[in-house]
């Protein structure tokens, strides 16, 4: 079974520009999560999708938005690019939920898009 | 809100020697409990994690973990440490119900020397 797929692996844009990054989930997971790390405030929560739906929403500007598709790829995009931007960010996809509706929380990862911000 | 701590930032052991990573947690309940290693240029991997019963884990590549509830913890050992090894350890917690994000440490960067 293909693993997560993250495309581009790197970029380098300038300040003022938005970026696109995209997500291909393992087959058969509905979820997909981003992160931000950078070194300083290592693993930060983006967002989550579920089903199209953005289910959960980390503590990040307006600027940082995403989407997810039917066959549940994932986008996210981030406007006006700021120096402080430059980060690895990470996809990760999860099953989400078994039928008791209890959420098992394993997250499998893509290997990252190295975002540089000059 | 629960929280991840590692509170060893970079630690260094001797190839063959044995390694204890630390984790603790800040949590209404007992989540579910991990540990992911992540490679130089890589994604997150996952070792090993904890859901229910047993208190002593086994995951991949020799390593285990031992939850103790009175701690609030979930260190992460290996008897012995290879030079491959050397990479950056994260511990993360979820809920165990609901649809909170998965949470991490701040990570614990493990070099080894020969």
């Known amino acids: 079974k293909a693993g997560v797929t993250q495309t581009p692996r790197y970029l380098i844009k300038t300040r003022g520009q938005q970026v696109t990054l995209s997500c291909s989930p393992i087959?058969?997971?509905?979820?997909v999560s981003w992160y931000q790390q950078t070194p300083g405030q290592g693993l930060q929560f983006l967002f989550e999708y579920f089903s199209e739906t953005q289910r959960n929403k980390g503590n990040f500007p307006g600027r940082f938005s995403g989407r997810q598709f039917s066959n549940s790829r994932s986008e996210m995009n981030v406007s006006t690019l700021e120096l402080g931007d430059s980060a690895l960010y990470l996809c990760?996809?999860?099953?989400?939920?078994?039928?008791?509706?209890?959420?098992?929380?394993?997250?499998?990862f893509g290997e990252g898009s190295r975002l540089t911000v000059l | 809100a629960q929280s991840v701590t590692q509170p060893d930032i970079h630690i260094t052991v001797s190839e063959g020697a044995s390694l204890e990573l630390r984790c603790n947690y800040s949590y209404g309940a007992t989540p579910y409990l991990f540990w992911y290693v992540q490679s130089p240029g890589q994604g997150l991997q996952l070792l090993l994690k904890y859901f229910s019963g047993d208190t002593l884990v086994q995951g991949i590549k020799g390593f285990e973990a031992e939850f103790k509830r009175s701690q609030s913890s979930f260190n992460l050992r290996k008897p012995s440490v290879h030079w491959s090894d050397a990479a950056e350890y994260f511990c993360a917690v979820a809920a165990r119900s609901g649809n909170t994000p998965l949470v991490f440490g701040k990570g614990t960067r493990l070099s080894v020397i020969a």
């Open positions: 990760a996809s999860s099953t989400s939920r078994d039928r008791g509706g209890t959420n098992t929380g394993e997250l499998f």
């Open positions: 087959s058969g997971h509905r979820s």
